[in-house]
């Protein structure tokens, strides 16, 4: 390799990393450093137990997973909003009230909470367990179930 042709690509190097795109890597880095500095432990998931039942209807309940899975069942009142797509559509996404999102089994709904979260959305939670955790700990009477009096 010649030195012009080393130099060229050095400085073919240097562009590339001054580049809008690579500043904004390094600057989504540091958001999301930041961020894991000071989240709480969990990062934001909630389990099922712990929503009253009267608080469903105050939240927005994003179903995270794809309009088929969405089409076959979900949480009742929920929007469908592929995990993919949460950034895309943050728009329609409010900050005044609480959003919940899940997926089938809180994996995929963690990596879009983690987005929005990063992206600004404090106000909201991840299920823990997803749909099928919600459903096996009783839906929305999941909190009712957990106060209530043990049967001997």
Same mark, same amino acid.
């Given at each position: &390799?010649?030195?012009?042709?080393?130099?060229?690509? /050095?400085?073919?190097?240097?562009?590339?990393?001054?580049?809008?795109?690579?500043?904004? #890597? *390094?600057? *989504?880095?540091?958001?999301?450093?930041?961020?894991?500095?000071? @989240?709480?432990?969990?990062?934001?998931?909630?389990?099922?137990?712990?929503?009253?039942?009267?608080?469903?209807?105050?939240?927005? @309940?994003?179903? /995270? $997973?794809? *309009?088929?899975q969405? +089409? %076959?069942?979900h949480?009742?009142?929920?929007?469908?909003?592929?995990? $993919?797509? @949460?950034?895309?559509? $943050?728009?329609?996404?409010? %900050?005044? #009230?609480?959003?919940?999102?899940?997926?089938?089994?809180?994996?995929?709904? +963690?990596? +879009?909470?983690?987005?929005?979260? @990063?992206?600004?959305?404090?106000?909201? $939670?991840?299920?823990?367990?997803g &749909?099928?955790?919600? %459903? /096996?700990?009783?839906?929305?009477? +999941?909190?009712?179930?957990?106060? /209530?009096? *043990? %049967?001997?």
């Amino acid at each position: &390799m010649t030195y012009r042709n080393a130099l060229a690509i /050095a400085l073919a190097g240097l562009a590339l990393l001054s580049t809008p795109a690579w500043a904004d #890597k *390094a600057a *989504a880095i540091d958001e999301m450093e930041a961020y894991l500095e000071f @989240v709480d432990y969990g990062g934001g998931v909630i389990f099922a137990e712990q929503i009253p039942k009267d608080e469903w209807p105050k939240m927005l @309940v994003i179903d /995270a $997973r794809d *309009a088929a899975q969405f +089409a %076959k069942g979900h949480i009742p009142g929920a929007i469908n909003m592929d995990w $993919r797509q @949460v950034l895309a559509k $943050r728009n329609s996404i409010p %900050k005044n #009230k609480p959003v919940l999102i899940y997926c089938n089994t809180g994996s995929l709904s +963690a990596q +879009a909470g983690f987005a929005l979260r @990063v992206a600004g959305w404090d106000n909201l $939670r991840i299920l823990q367990g997803g &749909m099928e955790e919600w %459903k /096996a700990k009783g839906g929305f009477d +999941a909190a009712t179930r957990t106060t /209530a009096p *043990a %049967k001997h």
